[in-house]
């Protein structure tokens, strides 16, 4: 495989801009939802309490 600084322009170009963004994951304690102030789960993509998105889900 080519070195990064020989690869083509468009190999270059399309592989910077493809980076995936990483979610952070809250503490445990630092984990509720922004809307009702329920704590939830890591695994939880719905609040428990008013059923809205968690941000890991809605912003990940």
Not at 4 to 33: G, H
């Amino acid at each position: 495989m080519l070195r990064p600084e020989s690869a083509p322009w468009w190999r270059r170009l399309f592989t910077n801009a493809m980076t995936p963004a990483y979610v952070v994951v809250r503490d445990d304690s630092q984990r509720r939802c922004p809307e009702c102030r329920a704590a939830y789960d890591l695994r939880d993509a719905y609040c428990p309490s008013c059923h809205v998105a968690t941000p890991e889900w809605r912003f990940g």
